[in-house]
């Protein structure tokens, strides 16, 4: 079954540093997404892009926040200036549609000392 | 403003007997729900959708019923095996294709 791929696995950075998490989403998809976990709590929607555009985002999406996707394949989040509370689990997901079932990377686990 | 919650953090059951997790909304506007199941430092994997149009939809051993009416969904898992031990979140979408999540159930089944 396709899949979407997130990397790195695995990110750690220091307060301030900008990182950019990558996200190949499945091919025929049009909508794309950015999830967070904080350990132990829900899956927060960030963001949700449609048609080279942003079509909502959550208010934890501040200024410090950006998505690109690049090229025809690769969908892009990128924090400019990492905080502590930044620490999270991100995953990205895509769907088709928008109305069927969303699917998710495996995730990037982002740490911000 | 939590718009879908699962207010029960974590159940235990017994392999080969019912589990059942809860969830509830507030949003009217909701027409499509979904459950998702999670394993620590994975994704969620998609499970089972339905409809609002729908108070049932079953596929193998996972049976999702909706009343509208309550604004509520229950996942049914008949019969419970240890691995369906996990994390399960259900989901919901309206017509702004923003699926929102609850907060999660962690299903223990014991052997």
């Known amino acids: 079954e396709p899949e979407v791929t997130q990397t790195p696995s695995h990110q750690v950075t220091q307060m301030g540093q900008e990182v950019i998490l990558r996200c190949v989403p499945i091919?025929?998809?049009?909508?794309f997404y950015w999830y967070r976990q904080i350990l132990g709590q829900k899956v927060e929607f960030l963001v949700s892009?449609?048609?080279?555009?942003?079509?909502?985002k959550s208010e934890i999406f501040d200024d410090q926040f950006s998505v690109e996707r690049p090229d025809g394949s690769n969908f892009t989040l990128k924090i400019r200036s990492t905080k502590l509370e930044d620490s999270a689990m991100y995953f990205c997901?895509?769907?088709?549609?928008?109305?069927?079932?969303?699917?998710f990377g495996s995730g990037t686990q982002l740490s911000v000392l | 403003d939590q718009q879908v919650k699962q207010n029960s953090p974590s159940l235990s059951v017994q392999e080969g007997r019912i589990s059942i997790l809860n969830c509830d909304y507030t949003?009217?506007?909701?027409?499509?729900f979904l459950w998702y199941k999670k394993y620590p430092a994975e994704g969620p994997t998609f499970l089972i959708s339905?409809?609002?149009?729908?108070d049932k939809n079953e596929d193998g051993r996972f049976t999702v019923f909706l009343n509208k009416s309550a604004k509520h969904l229950s996942l049914h898992i008949v019969p419970s095996q240890p691995g369906d031990s996990a994390v399960y979140f259900c989901?919901?979408?309206?017509?702004?294709?923003?699926?929102?999540f609850g907060t999660g159930t962690r299903l223990k089944v014991l052997a």
């Open positions: 997901a895509s769907s088709r549609d928008g109305r069927e079932k969303l699917f």
């Open positions: 091919s025929n998809h049009l909508y």
């Open positions: 892009f449609y048609n080279n555009e942003i079509s909502e």
């Open positions: 949003n009217s506007m909701f027409d499509y």
């Open positions: 339905i409809s609002s149009i729908k």
């Open positions: 989901a919901a979408i309206s017509g702004t294709y923003k699926y929102i």
